[in-house]
Nanobody
Framework: QLRLVEAGGGLVQPGGSLRLSCATS????????VGWFRQFPGKEREAVSC?????????NYADSVKGRFTASRDNAKNTAYLQMDTLRPEDTAIYYC????????????????????WGQGTQVTVSS
């Protein structure tokens, strides 16, 4: 059972930045693609980003965050990151990371069914 622990959420002003992290301590994260999802109040979760397993050569982003969000990973630290820049009030949501064994972040990256494990979620609030 892979346990994912997220951190880095908080309150930020519009135009600001946050970096979310998704870490695991008991197993290596290398073999897993890491997806990021967000959930607005009363809505279904939506995919935000994905970074492929091992070397992270493939990334994918929702149109709404392209050019503003960047996914990365540090396998030595068993941690994946989502750098969020130029944040907007409409980015306010609970953000979740999820792990997909041997995932390649292909066309199906946005489907929750692709992912085997989920983090607990972290609140991101963008407001002045």
């Amino acid at each position: 059972q892979l346990r994912l622990v997220e951190a880095g959420g908080g309150l930020v002003q519009p135009g600001g930045s946050l970096r979310l992290s998704c870490a695991t301590s008991q197993y290596t994260l290398d073999y897993y693609a890491v997806g990021w999802f967000r959930q607005f109040p009363g809505k279904e979760r939506e995919a935000v980003s994905c970074i492929s397993h091992t070397d992270g050569t493939t990334t994918n982003y929702a149109d709404s965050v392209k050019g503003r969000f960047t996914a990365s990973r540090d396998n030595a630290k068993n941690t994946a990151y989502l750098q969020m820049d130029t944040l907007r009030p409409e980015d306010t949501a609970i953000y979740y990371c999820a792990a997909d064994l041997w995932g390649d972040c292909g066309a199906s990256y946005s489907s929750e069914r692709e992912y085997d494990y989920w983090g607990q979620g972290t609140q991101v609030t963008v407001s002045s």
